[in-house]
């Protein structure tokens, strides 16, 4: 029985075979699929598209070539750091954290009180100082006016001197010996008040010359003493914004202490281009400069000056290339950037990151 049941399954046909072979007879009445890049106008976009791709990239790289741009920027000023010039107590802050100030406008006002009294000490030794040469040229005058009259004796005394020893060797029994004692006391005495007087006089003109040279020394304490007193009054050196302002009434502040900082309104870029990216930067070339902080500003500058020297060179520790193993790497030049304008409503500040493209074909 076996035997005749697979000799019956070898004589009827598999169902999957029947089936297979029905596929097979559709696929032969049917026609091929062509593929989509067979058909010509495909082909023909596909041909445009990558024409319009090869120029666009053409184009591109044609407009990238004429600019050099970096990240590695940022806002630069010299920041004027104002500190007092004398030891005093703040009485008096005119400003507030980031207002904007004018050249020469106050910004603090310290205690003048122990200026102003050694100003008046001063002055009060002028005067006196004063006093004393008129009080000197006074002397002189009367000593002066002394000497004139104990000269004008002296002069008679010896006159009269002279005739009494002419006649005693002349005439000896004509003058008594009595007489021309007397008549040598007399001009002795004049003689004495004469130089009395003109020692009188210099004196008189030492002291001038002594208050005067007191008064010169005065008017330079005069002058200091002025200029301490206006030292107490402390004034914005330049125009600028407010920052960093660490006072407060009543502070003791030391000359050179730090009290606040103004930020002027002369700003620039410093960009640190690659050394590869100088070959075609020079001065005056236009830039624009986008900014983080600001990022629909139209800002635009030029270049003013190229560093000479890679920022490196000019750190602490700079590297020596000729010890050890060398590795060329590619460095950065500090290349200064002038706003030519600044929105006004745009903050720009100093440390602000900035992204300058330099124009340069």
Request: charged fraction near 20%; hydrophobic fraction near 45%.
């Amino acid at each position: 029985m076996p035997e005749r049941e697979e000799k019956g399954r070898e004589g009827m046909p598999d169902g999957r075979d029947q089936r297979r072979d029905a596929s097979d007879s559709n696929r032969q009445g049917q026609p091929k699929r062509q593929s989509v890049f067979a058909r010509p106008l495909v082909r023909v976009v596909a041909v445009l598209i990558l024409v319009v791709l090869v120029v666009a990239g053409l184009l591109w790289w044609l407009n990238a070539r004429q600019y050099e741009n970096t990240d590695d920027a940022f806002i630069d000023t010299h920041i004027v750091q104002v500190s007092p010039q004398i030891a005093g107590q703040v009485s008096r802050i005119y400003v507030t954290d980031n207002q904007f100030v004018k050249a020469g406008q106050p910004l603090v006002a310290l205690n003048s009180a122990d200026e102003q009294s050694r100003l008046n000490q001063i002055l009060a030794q002028e005067a006196q100082a004063d006093m004393q040469i008129a009080q000197a040229k006074a002397a002189e005058s009367g000593a002066a006016a002394s000497e004139t009259g104990a000269a004008a004796t002296a002069q008679n005394a010896a006159r009269d001197l002279a005739r009494y020893q002419f006649l005693k060797r002349t005439t000896p029994a004509a003058v008594a010996q009595q007489q021309i004692d007397q008549a040598e006391a007399t001009a002795k005495n004049a003689a004495a008040q004469r130089d009395a007087a003109k020692a009188q006089i210099r004196s008189a003109e030492a002291q001038i010359r002594g208050a005067e040279a007191q008064i010169k020394v005065l008017k330079a304490q005069e002058t200091q003493a002025n200029i301490n007193l206006g030292y107490t009054r402390i004034v914005a050196p330049v125009a600028g914004h407010i920052a960093q302002k660490t006072l407060a009434l009543g502070n003791y502040v030391t000359p050179g202490a730090q009290m606040m900082a103004i930020v002027p309104l002369q700003l620039w870029v410093t960009a640190n281009f690659k050394e590869t990216q100088l070959a075609m930067m020079r001065v005056r070339q236009p830039v624009t400069v986008s900014v983080d902080a600001c990022p629909a500003a139209d800002i635009r500058g030029h270049v003013e000056s190229i560093q000479r020297g890679a920022g490196q060179a000019f750190a602490i520790l700079p590297p020596e290339n000729a010890t050890g193993n060398f590795v060329k790497v590619v460095q950065r030049v500090p290349v200064k950037i002038v706003l030519d304008r600044v929105p006004a409503d745009c903050p720009l500040g100093p440390g602000m990151s900035v992204e300058p493209t330099v124009k340069v074909r």
